[in-house]
């Protein structure tokens, strides 16, 4: 028996580099939030993976699409400028203390959304179950 453990193929796409994942999906975070949408879509991880020319995927949509990296981030920009930002139709203000706010933020973080976000989901999921009177 070898004293090296073999470890299963990766599939195919699949990063080597978590650190390199991660950076990805909080640049496309970043994209998510400065044009104030809410959620990441394809893209937004695109114009991320297009953040860093020397990237595996940076050089595959170079190799496969007949446009430059600046014209492909100009034209995801545009595309993504025409998508609808959400325009809540209230906006409450919310005095959390040190404690409250370093325990929302957490689990803001830990859900992968922002703090905005999660108190907002709280708020509704609390409206969906509450129980007429």
Known sequence: MSAHRRHPPRPPGTSRSPAKTKKVLEASLRQTALLGHEEIGTDHLLLALLDDPASTGAQILTDLAPLSI????????????????????????IRLGNDEYTRAHAAARTAGQTLETWIHDRITDALDTEQPE
């Open 70 to 93: 600046s014209e492909m981030r100009e034209h995801l920009r545009r595309e993504l400028a025409q998508q609808p930002t959400p325009g809540p139709a209230h906006r409450i203000p």
